[in-house]
Nanobody
Framework: QVQLVESGGGLVQAGGSLRLSCAAS????????MGWSRQAPGKQRELVAL???????NYADSVLGRFTISRDNAKNTVYLQMNSLKPEDTAVYYC???????????????WGQGTQVTVSS
């Protein structure tokens, strides 16, 4: 069974920082890209940051320079350091992993349950 478990969300004042973590467990043969997306009330889910197994990163324009994504391949864990938070960063943050399970030849996306981030003004 595959599980992605996020942690680190919470309530913070504007200008503050939070660090999200997401640990992937299960019978993964290989995990390729890992990332973070977010969904605010009444809005579509949007990709926030992505990191490949080799460490290449990509960010949404709205978080560039404020958020940093990193990963520990040995622990199948991805992190999102969020600095200079703004009220518009308020959303449920989801992590995902694109990978292949042992015994399977297909690549699939796996998602966590989400963690709430609320930034007060």
């Amino acid at each position: 069974q595959v599980q992605l478990v996020e942690s680190g969300g919470g309530l913070v004042q504007a200008g503050g920082s939070l660090r999200l973590s997401c640990a992937a467990s299960g019978s993964f043969f290989r995990i390729n890209a890992m990332g973070w997306s977010r969904q605010a009330p009444g809005k579509q889910r949007e990709l926030v940051a992505l990191i490949t197994s080799g460490g290449s990163t990509n960010y949404a324009d709205s978080v560039l320079g404020r958020f940093t994504i990193s990963r520990d391949n040995a622990k199948n864990t991805v992190y999102l350091q969020m600095n200079s938070l703004k009220p518009e960063d308020t959303a449920v943050y989801y992590c995902n992993a694109n990978g292949r399970l042992s015994g399977s030849y297909s690549l699939n996306d796996y998602w966590g349950q989400g963690t709430q981030v609320t930034v007060s003004s």
